[in-house]
């Protein structure tokens, strides 16, 4: 196409990416808040709990859930080259799809880790850390029910980091029927509770039935 055909609307202005932003906070705000999210989210046509708003907060580097600064605003929609609602709609199957890449989920499962979490605690507490594992895991790994059961019945108010990186690690590479589970591992104490509780479950149900 020849260049001097394409419209103005059609190419990134980011004068108009900042004008979209102000739409969503007060005059002197410099951070999108939570009705600002909510107003945002209805625009884009998005529900707030849609795994694609953990993806765009991640193209966006966002360190608080609820909430974007204008840089981190600025700095995702620049490299997404969205300047209104309209072309951000356009995005939203491609967020959706880089999630198929494990490299990127893996750094987006990691990044969500210190987003969701009070930024005042070291550790996620357990219904946040449930929320997110839902949303990252829930579709993806069979196993998952089991361990929000799991979670719980269990001591556990909070799951550090480690746990947290652990958890996906177990989801990809141990087998539904827990076979290649190596208790000698070095996996998290809470795995190794898990694989134990699950296999009693499975012990006493398979018992019931027989």
Same mark, same amino acid.
């Given at each position: 196409m020849d260049q001097r055909h394409i419209r103005a609307e059609d190419t990134f202005s980011h004068k108009r990416c900042l004008a979209w932003f102000r739409e969503y906070t007060s005059p002197d705000e410099d951070t999108l808040g939570p009705d600002g999210m909510e107003k945002f989210c209805e625009d884009i046509g998005v529900e707030p709990e849609n795994v694609v708003m953990l993806v765009l907060a991640y193209k966006m580097g966002?360190?608080?859930? +609820?909430?974007?600064?204008?840089?981190?605003?600025?700095? +995702?929609?620049?490299?997404?080259?969205?300047?209104?609602?309209? &072309?951000?709609?356009?995005?939203?199957?491609?967020? &959706?799809?880089?999630?198929?890449?494990?490299?990127?989920? &893996?750094?987006i499962y990691r990044y969500s880790y210190d987003f969701a979490k009070d930024s005042d605690q070291r550790s996620m507490d357990i219904n946040t850390a449930k929320a997110m594992l839902q949303l990252l895991l829930g579709k993806h790994w069979p196993l998952y029910p089991q361990f929000a059961q799991f979670l719980d019945q269990s001591k556990y108010k909070v799951i550090n980091k480690d746990q947290w990186c652990n958890i996906l690690e177990f989801s990809r590479t141990i087998n539904n029927d827990l076979t290649n589970y190596d208790i000698d591992g070095a996996w998290p104490v809470m795995l190794d509770e898990f694989v134990e509780w699950l296999r009693t479950l499975r012990t006493c149900t398979s018992t019931t039935s027989s």
């Amino acid at each position: 196409m020849d260049q001097r055909h394409i419209r103005a609307e059609d190419t990134f202005s980011h004068k108009r990416c900042l004008a979209w932003f102000r739409e969503y906070t007060s005059p002197d705000e410099d951070t999108l808040g939570p009705d600002g999210m909510e107003k945002f989210c209805e625009d884009i046509g998005v529900e707030p709990e849609n795994v694609v708003m953990l993806v765009l907060a991640y193209k966006m580097g966002a360190t608080q859930m +609820g909430f974007f600064s204008q840089c981190e605003w600025l700095k +995702g929609l620049t490299e997404l080259e969205c300047d209104s609602a309209v &072309k951000m709609q356009s995005k939203i199957d491609y967020l &959706k799809s880089i999630l198929n890449d494990p490299n990127i989920f &893996k750094s987006i499962y990691r990044y969500s880790y210190d987003f969701a979490k009070d930024s005042d605690q070291r550790s996620m507490d357990i219904n946040t850390a449930k929320a997110m594992l839902q949303l990252l895991l829930g579709k993806h790994w069979p196993l998952y029910p089991q361990f929000a059961q799991f979670l719980d019945q269990s001591k556990y108010k909070v799951i550090n980091k480690d746990q947290w990186c652990n958890i996906l690690e177990f989801s990809r590479t141990i087998n539904n029927d827990l076979t290649n589970y190596d208790i000698d591992g070095a996996w998290p104490v809470m795995l190794d509770e898990f694989v134990e509780w699950l296999r009693t479950l499975r012990t006493c149900t398979s018992t019931t039935s027989s």
